[in-house]
């Protein structure tokens, strides 16, 4: 993948329910359509109950190839020698999961072990990792990556981003963006994950080799830079040059920030119109104003305070100042080893002061917008047909049944990777 690829969205405009595309233009062109759908979450407030979600009742939606090329009415759906009875389910855009670290090798079990058992651990965190990484060879390395993402999509999740930054030297940082190149086109390059240890004498001299010799190898694999901009990784002088230097060699910006004390990395972000800020658990009055007047999105990582028993973001106080939210897992093997977005939105319902209608809409719509996407994260006319059929009748069952597997069946691009061929009911 070339560096600043950036996805196209040549979505047409839309009318109505059943768009520019007629019901009879689309009965001769959809392969699938499914039908019986209690509630359509489009991520369209110019459908259906007006809502964020543009929830539509009783609705179907046709595929044709990878794309929607219809939605509205189940009594009106056009007719194919393919059709999916929903028999009643809610059906959501995939997930879109817009921070993870999924390329490593090595455990932390005892690590997470010693945490909530009340006891220190002295392994060393994220070098513990580094090492690992750094000693596995390739295969293992995407092995362990082919089996998260297939894990993940088995819960829902149809698009992914996802971090260098265990390796933390010019080869083993460029190999990790290769490998993760294979799988998706959100990939990132976070050379600026810590200091390694054989830099511990020299951070200056490491922000030189990131900037310099790293870019150089990295930047033909990767669409965005990124950097940890906290107390004991980079600070703002530092993550600002990192950013900087990416952003020459047509790699877009997102950072971790304020996920561990108060910093300058979300105002470092909105200054640079960083994609996203990740974590915001921190924040001051300030941070929020210039979030809410950006187009920088909030991603917050829920999994990240379930599994370090640390301080929750506050998502009501971002949503209730206009700022744009989105929720991902941060899988990783050290603080949120998890890939399960309904988790994520369960927490966030739970935890963190969202509606059930608001986690959903940020963990696909507002994942999109951290990806600055426009054709995943919904479910309107010229969007990729990347779905998520639900074992219930709501998305709300997401948070109201934590912990259950409520995804029956995930189609990716118009096809069904996911499922049983002929799902049942859900209440039956």
Known sequence: ????????????????????????????????????????VTNDPSLGDGSPLGLIRDAAVAIEGDRVVWIGASSKAPATDNRVDAAGRAVIPGFVDSHSHLVFAGDRTAEFHA?????????????????????????????????????ALRQGTTTFETKSGYGLTVEDEERALR??????????????????????????????????????????HARWIDVFCEKGAFDGDQARAILTAGKARGLHPRIHANQLSYGPGVQLAVELDAASADHCTHLTQQDVDALASGDTVATLLPGAEFSTRAEWPDARRLLDAGVT?????????GSSYTSSMPFC??????????????????????GAAALRRTDVG??????????????????????????????AAVWRAGRRVTGRPDPMPWDR
């Open 378 to 407: 919904r479910l309107t006319v010229g969007a990729r047909a990347d779905l998520a059929l639900l074992d219930a009748p709501s998305p709300v069952h997401l948070a109201y049944r934590p912990g259950v597997p409520l995804v």
């Open 179 to 220: 490998l993760a190149a294979r799988h998706t086109d959100e990939v990132t390059y976070l050379g600026a994950h810590v200091v390694p240890p054989d830099f511990a004498d020299d951070p200056a001299g490491y922000v030189d080799l990131v900037t310099g010799p790293m870019l150089d190898a990295c930047a033909p």
């Open 115 to 151: 945490r909530m058992s009340g006891r220190r651990y002295e392994a060393g965190g994220i070098r513990t990792t580094v090492a690992a990484t750094r000693a596995a060879p390739d295969a293992e390395l995407e092995a362990t990556l082919t089996r998260h993402l297939d894990e």
């Open 1 to 40: 993948m070339n560096s600043g690829n950036e996805p196209t969205n040549n979505a047409p405009a839309r009318t109505g329910p059943h768009t520019a595309n007629s019901a009879v233009a689309a009965a001769a062109t959809a392969t699938t359509v499914i039908t019986d759908i209690a509630a359509l």
């Open 345 to 366: 939105i369960a927490l966030a319902v739970r935890d963190m002061g969202m509606t059930p209608d608001e986690a959903v809409w940020a963990a696909t719509a507002g």
């Open 325 to 333: 939210v989105a929720l991902s897992t941060d899988c990783n093997p």
